[in-house]
């Protein structure tokens, strides 16, 4: 992740498992799959001006899904295609 404002952090709800996490950074989501030690850009398309909340939720359907809230109210959705 290069260096900039961290401003929202969530974990796999099966963290300890998978090692999961997922960091926001001004504009941009990123990944972790080895527990924080490195980050690649995840967010494919995420068009708000700074993300604010994440949340991660996990369905049998679906697998991890990544809810990321903008500034101003706009929320995204993202499925994890790692954990389906």
Do not use: C, K
Not at 45 to 64: C, F, H, K, R
């Amino acid at each position: 992740m290069p260096l900039a404002n961290v401003t929202a952090i969530a974990l796999s709800p099966a963290f300890s498992r998978d090692q999961t996490v997922f960091a926001a950074a001004d504009r941009s989501v990123y990944v972790s799959r080895d527990g924080g030690a490195s980050f690649e850009a995840w967010d494919h398309s995420l068009d708000v001006p700074i993300v604010t909340g994440l949340s991660v939720a996990e369905t049998a359907e679906d697998g991890l899904i990544v809810y990321a809230l903008g500034l101003g109210g706009t929320l995204w959705r993202r499925r994890d295609p790692a954990r389906r």
